[in-house]
């Protein structure tokens, strides 16, 4: 009953979230023009754009205007040059009923923030607010929301360094509590330290559970297959196609699923597998935020397979799986679960005679279920090499042991009796150990590989 309480208030509504009223917002977008931070695969309407989609998403935000002003350098404190940022002001003031600003950059500091909302008089917020406010909205288990609250503490911080100095400025006098030989700043960091422990501590307990039930169906054998991608590159209506699975309802939104959920599913060979379905990723998706979320993607390195989903309509598909490829690889995962990625294109109903430019991947729509037979063949293939797993058939005497022991060792797939002679025909599929140990019992035993 301690635990949680103690966890209902570390999931109590958080002092950074927006108030739940409408939110007229003017989208900027700061054109990098050239130098090293301008991305050769994206253009500014494009990244634009997805901001957009990124305030669509949320429940009672309109887009009022969305405004591309060039700079050198946006890691400046005003963002642009002094003419740009004049112009930009004039806009933004112009603006009828805008309640907030949403700057297209990753990270701005407090400084920055604080400045700007004193030109603007509006609330203003950068690419880890917004998307952290939609993981906010999304979040339905409590993982998920120990994750949003533990993304929310870098904000936290850098919110009581600006507080800590507007009240020097206004006091003036002792920054020390009284008697407690304790700054306000100190004692404020400290309380944050606290529920920063405290929510791990937590997560890491959920991680254990996790782990446990992880434990468990490997026990079962059963493999597991990742789907990951962009954010609404069709994950969850893939699975759904490939598990048949009616309860499943993808959103067309950013960022719809944000908890590991699993789903069972068939291969052409009646093997059953499991199709995990992770969060979606996003370009310039802050540092934090994918840290706060590897407990969720954790359970990817513990996957036998990853498919790799793309939007192939998409303008920006080579950026997002670069995006994508990219995230992985800082995973530290296997280097057999990256060289054997299945690379999906999907959505290709929208495009006429689609043929994939990349070796191996398969074309798929996930809406339409075209593609999907060579995909689940191939999904098989993989598994079978990734889990030492094997399809025999072998022929057994049903006076003997081997049936009862084959059902408990391996999975039966079909069972053929011939009652004139006792025997039976059965196919299975079995994992390299068991099929050692059935050769040992059962030397006289004949095998035919599938």
């Known amino acids: 009953e301690d635990d949680e309480a103690a966890l209902e208030e570390l999931l109590a509504p958080s002092p950074l979230a927006p108030g739940p009223g409408a939110q007229r917002v003017a989208v900027v977008h700061p054109a990098v023009k050239w130098g090293p931070q301008k991305s050769p695969l994206t253009t500014a309407e494009l990244q634009i754009a997805e901001a957009v989609a990124l305030v669509d998403t949320l429940q009672n935000w309109t887009v009022l205007d969305k405004i591309i002003i060039p700079t050198k ?28 600003v949403f700057l297209n950059v990753e990270r701005i500091s407090s400084l920055t923030k604080k400045e700007l909302e004193g030109a603007w008089g509006v609330p203003v917020f950068d690419r880890y607010t917004v998307v952290l406010h939609i993981f906010r909205c999304n979040a339905r288990t409590k993982e998920a929301k120990l994750q949003v609250a533990l993304a929310e503490i870098p904000l936290l911080r850098s919110n009581l360094k600006n507080e800590v100095s507007q009240r020097d400025q206004q006091r003036g006098g002792s920054r020390y509590i009284m008697g407690s030989g304790e700054t306000f700043l100190e004692t404020q960091n400290r309380v944050l330290k606290e529920r920063e422990l405290k929510i791990r501590n937590a997560l890491e307990k959920l991680r254990r559970k996790r782990a446990l039930l992880r434990t468990q169906r490997r026990k079962c054998e059963f493999p597991m297959v990742s789907v990951m991608g962009y954010t609404n590159c069709g994950k969850t209506t893939l699975i759904k196609a490939l598990t048949g699975e009616a309860g499943l309802q993808p959103r067309d939104q950013l960022f719809a699923t944000l908890d590991i959920t699993a789903h069972a599913g068939y291969l052409p060979s009646h093997m059953p597998v499991i199709y995990v379905d992770t969060i979606g990723f996003l370009t310039d998706l802050p540092h934090n935020l994918v840290e706060s979320f590897s407990a969720t993607l954790e359970e990817v390195a513990y996957s036998d397979l990853i498919v790799h989903v793309r939007d192939i309509t998409h303008p920006e598909t080579i950026l997002q799986k670069a995006t994508v490829l990219s995230v992985l690889r800082n995973l530290n995962l ?21 043929k994939p430019a990349e070796e191996n991947a398969l074309a798929v729509s996930a809406l339409h279920g075209h593609g999907l037979e060579e995909l689940k063949q191939e999904i098989e293939k993989k598994i079978l090499t990734a889990t030492g797993k094997k399809i025999l058939t072998v022929n057994i005497n049903l006076e003997g042991p081997q049936l009862s022991w084959l059902y408990k060792e391996a999975t039966v797939q079909e069972v053929e009796v011939m009652p004139e002679d006792g025997t039976a025909r059965v196919k299975v599929i079995i994992g390299g150990s068991a099929f050692g140990r059935y050769k040992n019992l059962f030397p006289n035993s004949e095998i035919f590989m599938s």
């Open 73 to 100: 350098n946006p890691n400046k404190k005003f963002v642009f040059g002094k003419g740009n940022f004049q112009v930009l002001t004039e806009k933004i003031k112009k603006l009828p009923h805008v309640t907030a």
């Open 334 to 354: 296997p280097s057999h679960l990256l060289d054997s990625i299945v690379e999906v294109h999907n959505k290709v109903d929208l495009i006429e005679r689609y």
